[in-house]
């Protein structure tokens, strides 16, 4: 059977599985890639390979085995420097090596927008070791933000109103960083009004940009995102030269392509970079019900070289997560009928084999006259399900 291409996906958490249907729809071969078996991106692909993504040699024999047109990253913790050494030798990488080296850690794609690009950013500094972390502290005052420069979903993440707390924050950074680095980095707390996403699409035809999608977090990983937010015509002006300027130095050697989630935060009007993601971004959820075309379609439309719309619309709607509260491998969802049954409702369950405290299980999208109503809709919904655990892994 022909295909379009062959992916080899590096990671495969529920933003992958939802990139797999995209790319299968195609006409795309995937293989799934990740650590541990059964992965949410793995039940819905063509084949799959389970090795960490930290294992170069495991990598690039996954590669050689299964001769992909396209190398595909979803997470950060990835051995970059096989990426690196891949792309040299002709295998095409997405977005590019480049792109997927300076965004794995915080500090690299912070020293891009902030140094090379002169993007606004808040106050900075960076510490491997509590003495360097109190350093920076008294250089850029409290509060401030502590997180590891690598982490994902906000593990690891904390504010720092006074000196009593950073060590305890030193702690918790140390203990949830991804890698092999005890780095972190410590940034000003800025007092926005709002903070947003904006998806931007790097594609044949030049750069797209999706409506922006606010958010609101918890413990560093988001809890609502909705879309359309909010935002001044010049603060969106704003945000969307930033993006392309960003995007457009992380090619590299590579073409480039692709689907980038954009972090701004808006005080008035001013807009602040935050982070950015090479790929599909977790506050996207809620294009499953805004967009026509969901930012996962956006991504692999990019990467194969398909057309991709100059405009993007979209309709008011929201995600809100379901969440896990404990270690357990043995649960069942009950309330998806009630959660339906609240109006223009949706709900995607990610398959996720086994629950941990704060993990995300699924999500519940909503349609309504505009994003606030959309918001509380989703979060009634989201309440509506329940994750019921074995009586043996209480």
Known sequence: MSHIATILLLGSGELGREFV?????????VIA????????????????????????????????????????????AIRTEMLAELEAEGWRIVPSAR???????????????????????????????????QAVAARIGYPLVMKPVMSSSGKGQSKVDGPQALEAAWQ???????????????????????????????H???????????????RGDYRESWQPAAMSPAALAAA????????????????????????????????????LSPRPHDTGMVTLASQDLTEFDLHARAILGLPVPESI?????????????????NFAFEGLAEALALGDT???????????????????????????????????AAAKVQIVYSPDDD
């Open 33 to 76: 890639c990740d650590s541990y078996d059964d992965a949410p991106a793995m039940q819905v692909a063509d084949a799959r390979e389970v090795f960490s993504m930290l294992d170069g040699e495991a990598l690039r024999a996954a590669a050689e085995r299964h001769k992909p047109d396209l190398i595909v990253p979803e997470i950060e």
């Open 313 to 329: 619309a979209a309709r008011p709607a929201a995600s809100a997560v379901i969440l896990a509260d404990r270690d357990c491998d």
């Open 346 to 380: 949706d709900v995607r369950i990610f398959g996720k084999p086994v629950t941990r405290p704060w993990r995300r299980m699924g999500v519940a999208l909503a349609r309504a006259g505009d994003a606030p109503a959309a918001v509380d809709l989703a979060k009634a």
């Open 172 to 202: 918790y950074a140390v203990a949830n960083m991804r890698g092999d680095r005890a780095r972190v980095i410590c940034e000003q707390f800025i007092a926005f009004d709002y903070e947003i996403t904006l998806l931007t699409v790097r």
């Open 240 to 275: 969307q030269d930033m993006a392309a300027r960003i995007v457009t130095a992380l090619q590299g050697e590579g073409r480039g392509w692709g689907l980038y989630g954009v972090e701004f935060f808006v005080k008035g009007e001013d807009v602040i970079f935050s982070e």
């Open 204 to 218: 044949a035809g030049g750069i797209s940009f999706c409506p922006p999608i606010g958010h609101r977090q918890e």
């Open 21 to 29: 249907i995209a790319a299968k729809r195609l006409g795309a071969r």
């Open 99 to 133: 792109a997927a080296q300076l965004t794995m850690n915080r500090d690299a794609i912070r020293d891009l927008a902030a140094g090379e690009l002169g993007l606004a950013t808040s106050q900075y500094g960076y510490a491997e070791s509590y003495a360097e972390a």
